[in-house]
């Protein structure tokens, strides 16, 4: 289980075995690769390396994709562990 985090440090959700959450545990996407898919299967963003959901300000066009079945919800913590010092984010994202 791997938090997320806003670009000020905001703990916003987990990335679960494919799957992402928002901090309430809802499911709220999937993954392909590092993209990631809303729970209708179109494009959001994908997934960078401090742990943030990114997404170009042109987005490419992707394809729809076909939703897996709903997960489970995950036993999310009491509490997760401040954001690593994020670094500034390129102005085309």
Not at 31 to 44: Q, V
Not at 48 to 61: H, Y
Request: glycine share 8%; charged share 25%; net charge positive.
């Amino acid at each position: 289980m791997e938090p997320i985090y806003k670009s000020n440090g905001e703990w916003v959700g987990v990335y679960d075995n494919g799957n992402l959450f928002n901090s309430d545990g809802e499911w709220v996407g999937f993954a392909k690769g590092r993209d990631i898919y809303d729970t209708s299967g179109l494009y959001m963003g994908f997934l960078s390396d401090d742990r943030r959901l990114l997404r170009k300000r042109m987005p490419p066009e992707k394809p729809r994709l076909k939703v897996p079945p709903r997960p489970a919800r995950p036993a999310l913590p009491a509490n997760m562990p401040l954001a690593p010092m994020l670094r500034a984010v390129p102005h085309q994202y």
